[in-house]
C-alpha cells in the first residue's frame, strides 16, 4: 500500500491531490545522527538526580553542560579552580566536588557529558558582572581547563578515565555587540578569538585524541529576520562567525567542530545549516563537525508543554537529519518553569509531550542507519531507520492545524507497534491509523518482512 498525506491544512480544505510518501528499507541512505541530545540535564536542586533516568529512557547520548553554575557550584571554570591566582599544578586548588557528582550521575545513565570550558550567562551583568570578563591570563585558563580536562579523561587528582570527547571553548561571546550588555562575555570580540586562539593550540597539543573548538556561537537569525526588525546585534553575531573563522583560517587554529545555536522556527532552522557549512568549507574547515547545541523552536509560554511544542521539536530533529550537522543538543532539559524547558513539567516532574518527540527519535537512533523514503509534504516530516536487515522504524511529525488521512507503505513489512502524541494522547499504544491529527508525532516500528 501507498503512504499518503494531503500536503497541508489549506490544501485538505481545497481538496488537494494527495502526496505520497513511500518507505524504501532496502536504500540505504546514512548514519542516523545524535539529534535527541540536550542541554542542561534535569537535574532537581544540587544533588537530586532522579530524572536522569528519563534521559536514559530515551536515549539520549549527549548532554550539554552550559549554564548549570548558576544556582550552584557546577562545571564553570571559576567554581572548579576558585582562586585564579593560585598554582593551577596543585590538584588542592580544585574544587571538583559537586561536578563529579553530576558527571557520575550522567555517566551512569549512558549520557556523555559534552563539556563546555568557560562560565554560566549572568543575565544581571549591567548591574554587576562576576565571572564573565576575559581571564587575566590566556596561557594559565587553558592550563586549568587542562588539568580540568585531565581530571575527568585521565585520572588526575583522584579523577576518572571517562570517554569525553567534546570539549568546548566558552558561549555565545558574540551575544551582544556592547562589552557592557554581553551577558557572556565582558570583552571585545577580538580578545575572545586570542582567547581561543591560546586555548585551542594547547588544549590540542595536550590533547590530540579530542575533540577541541567552539565557540557556542549566537547563530544565524539575521538571516531569517526582515530587515525592518533587525538590529545591531544581529548584524554583530552574523559577521562574528565570518570574523573568527577568517581569524582561524589565518592563524591555523584547531577547531574540531563548531558549535552554535538557534531559537527559530524548525524550516529556518535546518535551511541555516547549509549555510553554517559552506561558512565552515570556505575558511578550509571542510572536516570541521557542526554542532547546533542550542536550539528550540520559537518557545513561548503559550506554547510549552503542549501537543504543538512536541510536534515542532520531533519535526526539527528530524528534518536536522537531513542536514549536513552532526549532532544537535536541544536548549534544555532542565525540569524549570521557564520557556527554555520544554521536556519536564517542574510542579510533578512529569515529562512534557515534547519528552516522548526524544524518545520517538532515539527509535531511528537504535536502528543506526537511515532509509530512503520521499515526498514533499509542507506539513509532514519524517525519517525511517533499520538495523541492517532487522527491524524497521519510522517517525512522522505533522505539525499542520487539521487532521490529515494516512496510508503507510513499509514495503510488505508487519507492523510491530505504534505509539501517538498529540492533543488529547501521550505516547499511546494506537493501532496503525489512517489518519495524522494535528500537532502530532507517530512512531511505527516493523518486523524486517511480513510473515510468508
Known amino acids: 500500500m501507498k503512504v499518503v498525506v494531503l500536503a497541508a491544512a489549506a490544501a485538505c ?10 518507505v524504501d528499507f532496502a536504500k540505504e541512505v546514512g548514519r542516523i545522527k545524535p539529534m535527541h541530545a540536550v542541554g542542561q540535564p534535569p537535574l532537581l536542586g544540587t544533588r537530586d538526580y532522579q530524572l536522569f533516568r528519563l534521559l536514559k529512557e530515551a536515549g539520549v547520548p549527549y548532554s550539554r553542560l552550559h549554564d548549570l553554575g548558576i ?19 596543585d590538584p588542592a586548588n580544585y574544587d571538583f566536588y559537586f561536578t563529579d557528582r553530576l558527571m557520575e550521575a550522567l555517566i551512569a545513565n549512558g549520557v556523555e557529558p559534552w563539556f563546555r570550558l568557560g562560565v554560566s550567562i549572568e543575565n544581571y551583568c549591567r548591574e554587576k558582572a562576576y565571572n564573565i ?26 579523577g576518572y578515565k571517562w570517554k569525553i570527547a567534546y570539549w568546548e571553548i566558552w558561549n555565545e561571546p558574540d551575544n551582544r555587540m556592547d562589552p557592557i550588555d554581553n551577558q557572556q562575555w565582558r570583552g571585545t570580540f577580538p580578545q575572545f ?12 597539543a595536550k ?34 562567525i565570518y570574523d573568527f573563522l577568517n581569524f582561524a583560517k589565518k592563524e591555523k587554529l584547531p577547531l574540531d567542530f563548531f558549535s552554535y545555536h538557534s531559537y527559530l522556527a524548525p524550516s529556518d532552522t535546518v535551511s541555516h545549516v547549509a549555510t553554517a557549512r559552506k561558512a565552515l568549507d570556505d575558511a578550509g574547515y571542510t572536516h570541521t563537525e557542526m554542532s547546533l547545541n542550542e536550539w528550540l523552536p520559537v518557545p513561548t509560554r503559550k506554547t510549552l508543554g503542549t501537543a504543538k511544542q512536541a510536534a515542532d521539536v520531533c519535526a526539527e530533529m528530524l528534518g536536522l537529519q537531513g542536514t549536513a550537522l552532526d549532532s544537535a543538543m536541544i536548549y534544555d532539559a532542565r525540569c524549570n518553569i521557564g520557556i527554555f524547558s520544554p521536556l519536564f513539567n517542574p510542579y510533578d516532574y512529569s515529562p512534557h509531550k515534547a519528552y516522548y518527540a526524544f524518545r520517538a527519535f532515539n527509535e531511528l537512533y537504535k536502528r543506526g542507519t537511515e532509509v530512503a523514503s520521499s515526498s514533499d509534504d ?54 496503525l491509523p489512517s489518519e495524522l491529527p494535528p500537532h502530532s508525532i507517530l512512531t511505527v516500528l516493523t518486523e524486517p518482512f511480513a510473515a510468508r
Open 207 to 240: 590533547f590530540p585524541h579530542l575533540k577541541i573548538g567552539g565557540y557556542g556561537s549566537c547563530g544565524y537569525r539575521l538571516l531569517s529576520t526582515p530587515p525592518e526588525q533587525r538590529d545591531t546585534n544581529m548584524y554583530h553575531r552574523v559577521q562574528c
Open 378 to 431: 509542507r506539513w509532514v516530516t519524517w525519517v525511517a531507520a533499520a538495523r541492517g536487515e532487522s527491524d524497521g522504524a519510522v517517525v512522522i511529525a505533522h505539525t499542520g492545524d487539521a487532521t490529515v488521512p494516512l496510508a503507510l507503505d513499509i514495503g510488505g513489512r508487519k507492523v510491530l507497534e505504534c505509539r501517538m502524541t498529540d492533543e488529547t494522547r501521550t505516547n499511546a499504544s494506537v493501532s
Open 13 to 22: 480544505a481545497m481538496g488537494a491531490d494527495a502526496v505520497e510518501i513511500k
Open 71 to 89: 544556582r550552584a557550584r557546577l562545571v564553570d571554570i571559576p567554581h572548579l579552580f576558585p582562586n585564579f591566582d593560585a598554582d593551577e599544578n
Open 193 to 204: 578569538c586570542e582567547l581561543y586562539a591560546v586555548a585551542s593550540r594547547h588544549l590540542k
Open 133 to 158: 570578563y576575559p581571564p587575566k591570563d590566556y596561557a594559565k585558563w587553558a592550563r586549568i581547563c587542562e588539568h580540568v580536562i585531565r581530571h575527568y579523561t585521565e585520572g588526575w587528582a583522584d
